[in-house]
């Protein structure tokens, strides 16, 4: 998977990355990333998760363009394309804390 970048976009979260054969912008909605993070939510924590989760992510964004338009060069992924992305540790990056029992 060939991914451009990721990057703010206001709230948003954008990637631009090839879907079927074509490359696209997917913008994130905060609905779909910020109940994994901490508040504040910061705009590298968003894209940093949407790395982390983004063939997930791209795969949502294709079925939601084959349900819209093929042929879009945008897609918005909100709750109601993806749930959104929950906290847990069965992330692929995430890690239990470390911290010494006392």
Wanted: net charge neutral; with cysteine.
């Amino acid at each position: 998977m060939e991914v451009d970048c990721v990057r703010p976009m206001g709230g948003n979260t954008g990637v631009s990355i090839w879907i079927e054969g074509k490359l696209r912008v997917v913008i994130v909605s905060p609905r779909v990333t910020d109940a994994a993070l901490a508040f504040p939510v910061l705009d590298g924590d968003r894209c940093r998760l949407v790395t982390r989760h983004l063939k997930r992510i791209q795969r949502a964004a294709a079925v939601q363009l084959q349900r819209t338009d093929p042929d879009a060069n945008a897609v918005f992924v909100d709750e109601t394309v993806i749930p959104p992305i929950a906290n847990d540790l069965s992330s692929p990056d995430a890690r239990p804390s470390m911290g010494r029992a006392t």
